[in-house]
């Protein structure tokens, strides 16, 4: 089984680098997909309000066999609970459908300038509550830009675990990550194979060819060595064990800098656009 190192947060807790994402895994299958995740031996499972999908993954670690403390769980707030009492009863309805006491981390999902004011801050001092509670081991956000971070920080002294955020190589969003470098926020990556549409990039094939691993592999291993904590998502335990096998090779610095360079700034987004998402679905 490969060794997933863990990363020291700011906070003092770790979490594995590698796990599993469950975005957009129906409900019915999460319990499955997260059993065998486990058992080929992801330790850090990805899920959110928004997903639906909640109580699903905490079937499947109990399907595992695997006690509670075991696995890392991170969670986030769904868009339309984002004033205080809202919150506080997702916070509660997460911990009901994961069947826990805690959560390992628990992120604000989206920071929706345009709706609520364009006031995050007062959400985020209401997660300040659930780790002051130990409900929450640690708390961060997600899809946050640096002025927004910045203006997070301007009303807290409590530094966001990690920023979780769209990475890939064709939007490495490095001004973001060299914020939460800078800051001690770590970086979590979403969509990191950019849906899958870097797979075919000559000069990720051509590296994979090299290496004689697949371009998925090549890809998530250039994320492990620039130290991003990433959670590929797949049904197919074939693909998931493919996606756990990252720790026995090593791209050259050469490789390295050649799969940066595919990076295209904004226009290689695939995911919305932090300063204007405003999207709150129907519960």
């Known amino acids: 089984m490969s060794h997933v190192p863990d990363i020291t947060l700011d906070d003092g807790t770790t979490i594995p680098q590698l796990g599993f994402g469950v975005y957009q895994i129906p409900p019915a299958q999460t319990a499955e997909a997260v059993r065998a995740a486990l058992d080929i031996g992801y330790r850090h499972i990805d ?8 109580a699903g993954v905490g079937q ?9 403390d075991q696995v890392y769980v991170t969670s986030k707030l769904h868009n339309g609970a984002h004033r205080p009492d809202d919150a506080r009863r997702a916070f509660d309805g997460t911990l009901a459908a994961l069947g826990s006491d ?75 990550r060299a914020y939460g470098q800078a800051h001690g926020i770590a970086t979590e990556a979403w969509s990191p194979i950019a849906q899958g549409q870097v797979l075919d990039d000559p000069a990720v094939t051509a590296i994979a060819g090299e290496v004689d691993r697949t371009p998925a592999q ?66």
């Open 47 to 54: 899920t959110a309000q928004m997903y639906g999908n909640e």
């Open 60 to 68: 499947g670690i109990r399907d595992a066999g695997l006690a509670r």
């Open 102 to 176: 805690h959560v390992d981390l628990f992120l604000i999902h989206w920071p929706l300038p345009t709706r609520y004011d364009g006031d995050f801050l007062t959400t985020w001092k209401v997660l300040e509550e659930f780790a002051a509670d130990g409900r929450a081991r640690s708390i961060g956000v997600s899809n946050f830009t640096a002025a927004q971070l910045d203006k997070l920080a301007s009303g807290s002294s409590t530094v966001p675990a990690v920023n979780q955020i769209e990475v890939h190589p064709y939007h490495a969003n490095d001004d973001v």
């Open 218 to 283: 090549v890809v998530l291993r250039w994320h492990i060595q620039r130290g991003d904590i990433v959670f590929p998502k797949s049904s197919s335990p074939q693909r998931m064990r493919e996606n756990f096998a990252l720790f026995d090779f090593d791209l050259t610095a050469d490789w390295m800098a050649a799969i940066s360079a595919l990076d295209r700034g904004v226009e290689g987004r695939r995911g919305p656009d932090p300063e204007t998402f405003d999207w709150i679905p129907d519960r």
